[in-house]
């Protein structure tokens, strides 16, 4: 089994500083920073574990902004979404966590229209 990486990059990368600026400023540990923060550390974890954990997005259906090959979602707390793609080599498998967002903003990067 190859070693599995996982980065966080751009946007996703921001709000992962900024929870935890949020949370580290904070002693209550049931604020929805708290909870999304403990969340996504969860989340990645398991991605860490299987780089095939979250839900395979269609390639019809990846955002073109996006320019990845490959888009897996995971749902966190709160309605939010964590995006992520799977790139590897002979040596390692390195997931990069592109977006987290949202469930609104989620709908919107996908397309997605209210009924």
């Known amino acids: 089994m190859k070693p ?6 751009g946007q996703a990368r921001e709000e992962y500083e900024r929870l935890n600026i949020i949370v580290g ?4 540990n049931n604020i929805p920073e708290a ?19 979250g839900d395979n997005i269609k390639k019809r259906s990846i955002p073109s902004g996006l320019d990845v ?24 498998i390195i997931c990069f966590v592109l977006r987290i967002i949202d469930h609104k903003t989620y709908d919107s990067l996908m397309g997605y229209r209210k009924k």
Do not use: M
Request: a positive charge; aromatic letters at 14%; hydrophobic letters at 40%.
């Open 4 to 9: 599995v990486r996982v980065v966080l990059i």
């Open 25 to 28: 400023e904070n002693p209550d």
């Open 35 to 53: 909870q999304l923060f403990r969340s996504i550390k969860n989340k990645t974890s398991l991605i860490k574990q299987n780089p095939f954990y």
């Open 69 to 92: 090959e490959n888009l897996w979602r995971v749902e966190l707390t709160n309605y939010w979404r964590l995006l992520y793609t799977v790139r590897g080599d002979e040596i390692e």
